[in-house]
């Protein structure tokens, strides 16, 4: 489904990603590791179109994506969830998912309402609190709000970037239970993470990502049974260091 080539980019006049390799087939999920700083938000910049220098090819269900702008790339159905949520905090939870449908081109207003039910399915709590200002809800609430924005768009591939940062162990659960039923379904993701417990025993396969560049990519359990884990990215960073 997705398959990247020699991926380059940064901001001003340096690179932050040096020759990404990247591929994800349909129906799989895939964790995107690394320490603050490894450029992982920097690639969901470029995979989604929203950094302006960027070379490379990208090739979404075969066709090539490299230098197609933003609204294309959401389009043809890929949609992200921001770290941070970015909400727009004064609008009712209705009205930011509302927001997310916009790739589906004037939907009838049954097609409309299938999006918000299948996402009121996955969250029941944004169902009750749908006419409520975004703005008012807890952090892990605007979590939903962000997940369910992106599947208004209905995605065939979902990039999650730091979906579980800062949230209670309670509701990390909840998001990771909603995810696993995504999964379930089909849809395929990918998912930037730091910490190495969550990813590990959601995704089946992990990249890790050092310094700008994919350093290791290899199956979750044989990554999981690493006897130095607790030094990988340290470690891989060296090498980069010394490469």
Do not use: W
Not at 141 to 154: C, T
Not at 229 to 243: C, E, G, K, P, T
């Amino acid at each position: 489904m997705l398959e990247v080539r020699n991926l380059c980019g940064g901001y001003g006049g340096g690179n932050v990603l040096h020759g990404i390799d990247l591929t994800l087939a349909a129906g799989q999920t895939l964790a995107l590791l690394g320490p603050n700083g490894a450029g992982k938000s920097t690639l969901m910049a470029a995979l989604t179109g929203t950094l302006d220098k960027r070379s490379g090819s990208m090739r979404f269900d075969g066709r090539e994506m490299g230098e197609a702008a933003s609204h294309d790339i959401v389009a043809h159905g890929l949609a992200l969830v921001p770290e941070g949520r970015h909400m727009f905090a004064p609008f009712s939870v209705e009205d930011n998912l509302r927001l997310g449908a916009i790739r589906l081109h004037h939907p009838t207003n049954a097609r409309l309402q299938a999006q918000f039910d299948g996402v009121y399915r996955l969250f029941p709590r944004l169902a009750e609190r749908r006419n409520q200002a975004t703005g008012t809800l807890s952090g892990g609430e605007q979590q939903m709000v962000a997940i369910g924005r992106a599947l208004m768009s209905a995605p065939r591939l979902l990039l999650l970037d730091e979906p579980f940062l800062g949230l209670a162990p309670k509701v990390v659960e909840e998001i990771h239970d909603a995810l696993e039923r995504l999964r379930g379904a089909g849809l395929t993701m990918l998912l930037v993470e730091q910490k190495l417990d969550i990813a590990l025993r959601f995704a089946a396969q992990a990249c890790v990502m050092v310094k700008g560049r994919i350093m290791l990519n290899e199956s979750s359990r044989a990554l999981a049974e690493r006897a130095d884990l607790d030094q990988l990215y340290f470690q891989l960073a060296r090498a980069v260091d010394m490469s």
